[in-house]
T-cell receptor, first 114, second 116 residues
Framework: GQNIDQPTEMTATEGAIVQINCTYQ??????LFWYQQHAGEAPTFLSY????GLEEKGRFSSFLSRSKGYSYLLLKELQMKDSASYLC???????????????FGKGTKLSVIP | GAVVSQHPSWVICKSGTSVKIECRSL??????MFWYRQFPKQSLMLMAT?????????EQGVEKDKFLINHASLTLSTLTVTSAHPEDSSFYIC????????????FGAGTRLSVL
């Protein structure tokens, strides 16, 4: 099975940069995903890493180190609308017919303050 | 815009009734769809994996006779909560795996079920 760990809550100031860390333990690793989830809504896809290194997409970047079982999501130029939960999810081949299943961490609730 | 549609978004029902939730991939064929449940302030818990044309694979502890899943076409999966009880009240979310986009899962808007 997987063990995914990320901070429960973080607070950052509008316009600043924040880094949300995620560590994981899994077998059959097949990718790491970051999703954003506003309260009462479904998750929206942010980023995907399967090889080591940094993936940049606008204000959001995600980094992966497979040997360390570590990823982070970097949010730049924070805006108030970035206040949400950020979910780290690991994909592996799973068992049985459920290939490419995602296992989610508990999420990091980010509060952006003026 | 949304690539996965889920309906209804909110449903209230009496205890003992059944509720059907639909999940559709809008502009791609999804051979695999997933059903999750999320309780307040908790993360998503996978309930089952739905493969088109075959029986769903349920996670441990999920009653397959209570949560009926049908994936009759490449764009539609349904979850039916049978004989719903108050403890089934939760946020149910579906996702579809997009084959031509690295099998990234895209989520529907979710269905909030309240059983009285």
């Amino acid at each position: 099975g997987q063990n995914i760990d990320q901070p429960t809550e973080m607070t950052a100031t509008e316009g600043a940069i924040v880094q949300i860390n995620c560590t994981y333990q899994t077998s059959g690793f097949n990718g790491l995903f970051w999703y954003q989830q506003h309260a009462g809504e479904a998750p929206t896809f942010l980023s995907y890493n399967v090889l080591d290194g940094l993936e940049e997409k606008g204000r959001f970047s995600s980094f992966l180190s497979r040997s360390k079982g570590y990823s982070y999501l970097l949010l730049k130029e924070l805006q108030m609308k970035d206040s949400a939960s950020y979910l780290c999810a690991v994909r592996d081949r799973g068992s049985g017919a459920g290939s490419y299943q995602l296992t989610f961490g508990k999420g990091t609730k980010l509060s952006v303050i003026p | 815009g949304a690539v996965v549609s889920q309906h209804p978004s909110w449903v209230i029902c009496k205890s003992g009734t059944s509720v059907k939730i639909e999940c559709r991939s809008l502009d791609f064929q999804a051979t695999t769809m997933f059903w999750y449940r999320q309780f307040p302030k908790q993360s998503l818990m996978l309930m089952a994996t739905s493969n088109e044309g075959s029986k769903a694979t349920y996670e441990q502890g999920v009653e397959k006779d209570k949560f009926l899943i049908n994936h009759a076409s490449l764009t539609l999966s349904t979850l039916t909560v049978t004989s719903a009880h108050p403890e089934d009240s939760s946020f149910y979310i579906c996702s579809a795996s997009r084959p031509l986009a690295k099998n990234i899962q895209y989520f529907g808007a979710g269905t909030r079920l309240s059983v009285l």
